[in-house]
Protein backbone atom coordinates (compact mmCIF):
# COMPACT_ATOMS: atom_id res chain seq x y z
CA UNK A 1 0.00 0.00 0.00
CA UNK A 2 1.46 3.48 -1.12
CA UNK A 3 0.65 6.11 1.48
CA UNK A 4 -0.55 8.96 -1.49
CA UNK A 5 -3.32 7.01 -3.50
CA UNK A 6 -3.62 10.38 -5.57
CA UNK A 7 -0.93 13.55 -5.87
CA UNK A 8 -2.76 16.20 -8.36
CA UNK A 9 -0.28 18.45 -10.24
CA UNK A 10 -1.29 21.49 -11.55
CA UNK A 11 -3.22 24.95 -10.97
CA UNK A 12 -5.36 26.03 -7.83
CA UNK A 13 -7.01 28.85 -8.69
CA UNK A 14 -9.87 30.91 -7.03
CA UNK A 15 -12.99 31.04 -9.02
CA UNK A 16 -15.45 33.88 -9.67
CA UNK A 17 -18.42 32.66 -10.45
CA UNK A 18 -21.48 34.15 -12.37
CA UNK A 19 -24.29 34.91 -10.13
CA UNK A 20 -26.72 35.23 -13.14
CA UNK A 21 -27.70 32.65 -14.96
CA UNK A 22 -26.76 31.61 -19.11
CA UNK A 23 -24.94 34.90 -19.64
CA UNK A 24 -21.41 35.19 -20.73
CA UNK A 25 -19.12 37.53 -18.73
CA UNK A 26 -19.97 41.41 -20.38
CA UNK A 27 -23.85 40.42 -19.04
CA UNK A 28 -22.49 39.22 -15.66
CA UNK A 29 -23.32 41.70 -12.90
CA UNK A 30 -21.76 39.70 -9.85
CA UNK A 31 -19.86 36.74 -8.52
CA UNK A 32 -19.77 34.28 -5.97
CA UNK A 33 -16.29 33.41 -4.93
CA UNK A 34 -15.28 29.15 -4.82
CA UNK A 35 -11.86 27.61 -4.53
CA UNK A 36 -11.31 26.24 -8.02
CA UNK A 37 -8.39 24.99 -10.04
CA UNK A 38 -9.11 21.33 -11.61
CA UNK A 39 -6.85 19.29 -9.93
CA UNK A 40 -7.57 21.21 -6.80
CA UNK A 41 -11.37 19.75 -7.30
CA UNK A 42 -9.72 16.31 -7.82
CA UNK A 43 -8.05 16.47 -5.07
CA UNK A 44 -10.56 17.79 -3.07
CA UNK A 45 -13.58 15.52 -3.76
CA UNK A 46 -10.42 12.12 -3.70
CA UNK A 47 -10.44 13.79 0.34
CA UNK A 48 -13.86 13.68 1.05
CA UNK A 49 -14.04 10.31 -0.86
CA UNK A 50 -11.98 9.00 1.62
CA UNK A 51 -8.93 8.91 -0.03
CA UNK A 52 -5.05 9.98 0.53
CA UNK A 53 -5.09 12.64 -1.22
CA UNK A 54 -2.18 15.58 -2.12
CA UNK A 55 -1.99 18.92 -3.94
CA UNK A 56 1.05 19.81 -5.66
CA UNK A 57 0.41 23.84 -6.77
CA UNK A 58 1.85 27.18 -5.99
CA UNK A 59 0.06 30.42 -4.31
CA UNK A 60 0.64 33.49 -3.99
CA UNK A 61 1.53 35.30 -0.05
CA UNK A 62 -1.85 37.05 0.15
CA UNK A 63 -5.45 36.87 1.20
CA UNK A 64 -6.61 34.31 -1.43
CA UNK A 65 -3.41 31.94 -0.63
CA UNK A 66 -4.72 31.54 2.88
CA UNK A 67 -8.45 31.22 1.87
CA UNK A 68 -6.81 28.15 -0.18
CA UNK A 69 -4.84 26.34 2.47
CA UNK A 70 -8.04 26.76 4.60
CA UNK A 71 -10.30 25.34 2.51
CA UNK A 72 -7.88 21.99 1.51
CA UNK A 73 -7.36 21.43 5.37
CA UNK A 74 -11.05 21.54 6.07
CA UNK A 75 -11.01 18.62 4.33
CA UNK A 76 -7.94 16.76 5.50
CA UNK A 77 -5.91 17.16 1.59
CA UNK A 78 -2.26 16.85 2.55
CA UNK A 79 -0.90 20.48 1.53
CA UNK A 80 2.87 19.87 2.08
CA UNK A 81 3.70 20.46 -1.77
CA UNK A 82 2.12 23.66 -2.14
CA UNK A 83 4.53 26.88 -2.55
CA UNK A 84 3.91 29.85 -1.26
CA UNK A 85 5.24 33.25 -3.64
CA UNK A 86 6.13 36.31 -1.87
CA UNK A 87 6.34 37.69 -5.80
CA UNK A 88 3.71 36.67 -7.11
CA UNK A 89 -0.44 36.90 -6.52
CA UNK A 90 -2.50 33.91 -6.07
CA UNK A 91 -4.49 33.07 -10.07
CA UNK A 92 -7.75 33.68 -10.48
CA UNK A 93 -10.79 33.07 -13.00
CA UNK A 94 -13.73 34.75 -13.51
CA UNK A 95 -16.52 32.12 -15.10
CA UNK A 96 -20.06 32.60 -16.67
CA UNK A 97 -22.81 30.58 -15.15
CA UNK A 98 -24.04 28.58 -17.69
CA UNK A 99 -25.44 25.02 -18.34
CA UNK A 100 -23.25 24.62 -21.45
CA UNK A 101 -19.64 25.50 -21.46
CA UNK A 102 -18.35 28.29 -19.76
CA UNK A 103 -17.25 31.68 -20.93
CA UNK A 104 -13.98 32.19 -18.42
CA UNK A 105 -11.12 34.90 -18.22
CA UNK A 106 -7.75 33.74 -16.51
CA UNK A 107 -5.49 36.55 -14.53
CA UNK A 108 -2.82 33.90 -14.01
CA UNK A 109 0.08 34.58 -11.87
CA UNK A 110 1.06 31.88 -9.21
CA UNK A 111 -0.51 28.64 -10.36
CA UNK A 112 2.05 27.77 -13.12
CA UNK A 113 5.36 28.61 -10.73
CA UNK A 114 5.53 24.63 -9.74
CA UNK A 115 9.19 23.47 -9.57
CA UNK A 116 10.80 20.17 -8.91
CA UNK A 117 11.77 20.28 -5.51
CA UNK A 118 8.20 20.25 -4.69
CA UNK A 119 8.01 16.42 -6.26
CA UNK A 120 10.85 14.67 -4.83
CA UNK A 121 11.39 10.89 -5.70
CA UNK A 122 10.56 9.84 -1.83
CA UNK A 123 6.95 11.11 -2.30
CA UNK A 124 6.50 9.56 -6.09
CA UNK A 125 7.68 6.40 -4.38
CA UNK A 126 4.72 6.37 -2.65
CA UNK A 127 2.10 7.56 -5.14
CA UNK A 128 -0.52 5.15 -6.47
CA UNK A 129 -1.91 7.84 -9.19
CA UNK A 130 -0.26 10.93 -10.59
CA UNK A 131 -2.71 13.38 -12.13
CA UNK A 132 -2.36 16.55 -13.80
CA UNK A 133 -4.06 18.22 -16.82
CA UNK A 134 -3.84 20.44 -19.82
CA UNK A 135 -4.29 23.86 -18.02
CA UNK A 136 -0.82 23.09 -16.24
CA UNK A 137 1.06 22.01 -19.09
CA UNK A 138 0.61 24.96 -20.72
CA UNK A 139 2.82 26.97 -19.30
CA UNK A 140 6.26 26.63 -18.09
CA UNK A 141 8.39 26.29 -15.20
CA UNK A 142 4.99 23.80 -14.57
CA UNK A 143 5.03 22.65 -18.25
CA UNK A 144 8.86 20.82 -17.44
CA UNK A 145 8.20 20.24 -14.05
CA UNK A 146 5.50 17.68 -14.72
CA UNK A 147 7.09 16.05 -17.69
CA UNK A 148 10.27 15.55 -15.75
CA UNK A 149 8.10 13.78 -12.45
CA UNK A 150 5.51 12.03 -14.85
CA UNK A 151 8.69 10.17 -16.39
CA UNK A 152 9.88 9.46 -12.97
CA UNK A 153 6.72 8.82 -11.93
CA UNK A 154 5.95 6.51 -14.74
CA UNK A 155 9.59 4.32 -13.90
CA UNK A 156 8.44 4.29 -10.02
CA UNK A 157 5.24 2.35 -11.16
CA UNK A 158 2.70 5.00 -10.60
CA UNK A 159 -0.75 5.26 -12.73
CA UNK A 160 -0.23 8.09 -14.83
CA UNK A 161 -3.67 10.52 -14.95
CA UNK A 162 -4.62 13.28 -17.53
CA UNK A 163 -7.54 15.37 -17.99
CA UNK A 164 -7.24 17.37 -22.02
CA UNK A 165 -8.87 19.96 -20.58
CA UNK A 166 -7.49 22.29 -23.64
CA UNK A 167 -8.21 26.01 -24.32
CA UNK A 168 -6.59 27.93 -26.88
CA UNK A 169 -7.34 31.12 -24.69
CA UNK A 170 -5.10 29.77 -22.18
CA UNK A 171 -2.67 27.90 -25.04
CA UNK A 172 -2.60 29.64 -28.08
CA UNK A 173 0.26 27.99 -30.27
CA UNK A 174 -1.73 24.51 -30.69
CA UNK A 175 1.45 22.96 -32.48
CA UNK A 176 3.32 23.31 -28.88
CA UNK A 177 0.65 21.66 -27.14
CA UNK A 178 0.15 18.36 -29.40
CA UNK A 179 3.41 18.21 -28.81
CA UNK A 180 4.02 18.19 -25.01
CA UNK A 181 0.31 16.08 -25.22
CA UNK A 182 2.10 13.19 -26.96
CA UNK A 183 4.97 13.58 -24.61
CA UNK A 184 2.21 13.29 -21.72
CA UNK A 185 0.70 10.33 -23.50
CA UNK A 186 3.95 8.25 -24.06
CA UNK A 187 3.58 6.96 -20.75
CA UNK A 188 0.13 5.78 -20.94
CA UNK A 189 -1.91 7.86 -18.87
CA UNK A 190 -5.80 7.42 -18.07
CA UNK A 191 -6.97 10.09 -19.96
CA UNK A 192 -10.25 12.30 -19.69
CA UNK A 193 -11.51 14.69 -22.39
CA UNK A 194 -14.16 16.01 -24.01
CA UNK A 195 -15.89 16.76 -27.37
CA UNK A 196 -15.07 20.56 -26.59
CA UNK A 197 -11.77 20.17 -25.75
CA UNK A 198 -10.57 17.82 -28.97
CA UNK A 199 -12.98 20.64 -30.83
CA UNK A 200 -10.74 23.38 -29.58
CA UNK A 201 -7.34 21.13 -30.03
CA UNK A 202 -8.10 19.85 -33.75
CA UNK A 203 -10.14 22.99 -35.03
CA UNK A 204 -12.67 19.98 -36.27
CA UNK A 205 -15.49 17.79 -35.05
CA UNK A 206 -13.57 14.77 -35.22
CA UNK A 207 -15.55 11.22 -34.86
CA UNK A 208 -15.05 9.57 -31.44
CA UNK A 209 -13.27 7.04 -33.27
CA UNK A 210 -10.36 9.27 -34.49
CA UNK A 211 -9.98 10.73 -30.96
CA UNK A 212 -9.33 7.38 -29.60
CA UNK A 213 -7.52 6.42 -32.62
CA UNK A 214 -5.45 9.60 -32.06
CA UNK A 215 -4.48 8.68 -28.44
CA UNK A 216 -3.95 4.85 -28.54
CA UNK A 217 -1.78 5.80 -31.46
CA UNK A 218 0.33 7.52 -28.56
CA UNK A 219 0.76 5.06 -26.58
CA UNK A 220 -2.36 5.33 -24.37
CA UNK A 221 -4.43 2.17 -23.56
CA UNK A 222 -7.90 4.04 -21.69
CA UNK A 223 -9.92 6.58 -22.79
CA UNK A 224 -13.09 8.41 -21.73
CA UNK A 225 -14.59 11.07 -23.61
CA UNK A 226 -17.52 12.41 -22.02
CA UNK A 227 -20.28 13.82 -24.18
CA UNK A 228 -22.07 16.28 -21.44
CA UNK A 229 -25.96 15.23 -21.36
CA UNK A 230 -25.05 12.32 -23.83
CA UNK A 231 -22.86 10.10 -21.05
CA UNK A 232 -19.68 9.24 -21.71
CA UNK A 233 -17.58 6.50 -23.87
CA UNK A 234 -14.38 4.83 -22.71
CA UNK A 235 -12.47 3.19 -25.23
CA UNK A 236 -9.50 0.72 -23.96
CA UNK A 237 -6.72 -0.81 -26.97
CA UNK A 238 -7.80 -3.52 -28.11
CA UNK A 239 -11.07 -3.70 -26.41
CA UNK A 240 -15.06 -3.66 -27.74
CA UNK A 241 -16.90 1.01 -26.33
CA UNK A 242 -18.32 1.36 -23.53
CA UNK A 243 -20.92 3.52 -23.81
CA UNK A 244 -23.24 4.75 -21.07
CA UNK A 245 -25.54 7.31 -20.73
CA UNK A 246 -25.69 10.46 -18.68
CA UNK A 247 -27.68 10.45 -15.36
CA UNK A 248 -31.01 12.19 -15.48
CA UNK A 249 -31.41 15.16 -13.50
CA UNK A 250 -34.53 17.60 -13.24
CA UNK A 251 -32.05 21.47 -13.44
CA UNK A 252 -28.19 21.84 -14.43
CA UNK A 253 -27.39 24.89 -11.85
CA UNK A 254 -23.90 24.79 -13.06
CA UNK A 255 -21.40 22.95 -15.32
CA UNK A 256 -17.96 24.42 -14.10
CA UNK A 257 -16.47 21.65 -11.96
CA UNK A 258 -18.40 18.91 -13.55
CA UNK A 259 -15.86 17.38 -15.59
CA UNK A 260 -13.86 17.11 -12.39
CA UNK A 261 -16.35 15.69 -10.46
CA UNK A 262 -16.49 12.64 -13.08
CA UNK A 263 -12.80 12.15 -13.20
CA UNK A 264 -12.77 12.01 -9.54
CA UNK A 265 -15.35 9.42 -9.23
CA UNK A 266 -13.55 7.49 -12.01
CA UNK A 267 -10.30 7.46 -10.34
CA UNK A 268 -11.51 6.77 -6.88
CA UNK A 269 -13.31 3.71 -8.20
CA UNK A 270 -9.80 2.74 -10.22
CA UNK A 271 -8.16 2.76 -6.53
CA UNK A 272 -10.99 0.80 -5.58
CA UNK A 273 -9.64 -1.51 -8.02
CA UNK A 274 -13.16 -1.67 -9.66
CA UNK A 275 -14.14 -2.85 -13.20
CA UNK A 276 -14.18 -0.71 -15.50
CA UNK A 277 -17.84 0.08 -16.26
CA UNK A 278 -18.51 -0.10 -12.39
CA UNK A 279 -16.18 3.01 -12.41
CA UNK A 280 -17.89 5.02 -15.18
CA UNK A 281 -21.06 4.27 -13.29
CA UNK A 282 -19.18 6.42 -10.18
CA UNK A 283 -17.92 9.07 -12.32
CA UNK A 284 -21.72 9.57 -14.06
CA UNK A 285 -22.98 9.79 -10.50
CA UNK A 286 -20.20 11.75 -9.35
CA UNK A 287 -21.06 14.47 -12.01
CA UNK A 288 -24.95 14.37 -12.15
CA UNK A 289 -24.19 15.44 -8.15
CA UNK A 290 -22.17 18.56 -8.94
CA UNK A 291 -24.31 19.57 -11.93
CA UNK A 292 -27.03 19.81 -9.06
CA UNK A 293 -24.92 22.62 -7.53
CA UNK A 294 -22.96 25.82 -8.16
CA UNK A 295 -18.91 25.79 -7.39
CA UNK A 296 -17.69 22.68 -6.36
CA UNK A 297 -19.70 19.85 -4.14
CA UNK A 298 -21.44 21.59 -1.53
CA UNK A 299 -20.00 20.78 2.33
CA UNK A 300 -23.37 19.88 3.30
CA UNK A 301 -23.52 16.48 1.85
CA UNK A 302 -21.76 13.15 2.09
CA UNK A 303 -20.55 12.81 -1.38
CA UNK A 304 -19.80 8.84 -0.53
CA UNK A 305 -22.91 8.01 0.90
CA UNK A 306 -24.69 9.88 -1.82
CA UNK A 307 -22.16 7.56 -4.40
CA UNK A 308 -23.15 3.87 -2.65
CA UNK A 309 -26.65 4.66 -2.08
Known amino acids: ?108 QADYCIEPHQIPTKTLENTQVFHTTCFALCKKPAQSTILEKAEEASRLGCTLSIDMNYSEKLWPDKEEAIKVIKSYCKFNPLVKISEDDMFRLFEEKLPHDKIFEFFHNEGVE ?29 KVMDTTGAGDAFWSGFLFARIKEKPIQECLEVALKLAALKLQNVGRLPDNINILSKLLS
Open 1 to 108: MKAIDILCVGEVLIDFIGHQEGVLLNDTRDYHRYLGGSPTNVVMNSARLGLNAALVATVGDDGFGEYIFQRLKEVQVNTDHIQVRKDKATSVIFVSRSSGTPDFLPYR
Open 222 to 250: TVCLTLGSEGVKCSQANKSIITLPAIKIE
